[in-house]
């Protein structure tokens, strides 16, 4: 009968991060279980109404905290965050709005908008982020032109009238006549 030689410490060392490192690498993935959204509505004069979604993507019920910040920056590195957070429960495919808020827009401030959906042992599950900065924004408007050369649509060809019913000859006679406008 063969004897098998004890397991050194250092290979049970090893063996155990092996399996620690691997449960880490699982726990990693966000927005797989539930998913979070925020929802910015900017139709009044600079000011940004902010609400935080979560949506549950499985057949589980899950207790879960979130939390929506809003972080403001300028040029000069000074900055705020407000915040709200709270606990909720999110069952079977449920869609809940979690949070409303509105906010200021100065044109010179950077805002980002977070939010972080953490399970009951405080591990971070879902996250979204939505960065808005207005100097940004001008810039594309301005780089867009409409009166661009060789932009649009052009029709070539000719207008034929194959039409076999009413209908189809009046709507003929129709798009003839905005056609040779």
Known sequence: MKRVPPIRSIEFCVVILVLFIGNSVVSQNLNTLVS????????????????????????????????????TSNENNNSSKSAQSGFFTLGPFETKILSHTSISINPDNRTIILLLIYNEDEILIATDRIVYDIREIKKEKEEVSYQKENEGIQLTGMVIER?????????????????SL
């Open 163 to 179: 039409t076999k019913t009413k209908p189809g000859k009046n709507f003929y006679d129709i798009f003839y006549q905005k056609y």
């Open 36 to 71: 979070a959204s925020i929802n910015v509505n900017d139709a009044k004069n600079d000011i940004l109404e902010i609400s935080g979604i979560a949506k549950n993507l499985m057949e589980t019920t899950y207790s879960l905290k979130y939390e929506l910040s809003v972080i």
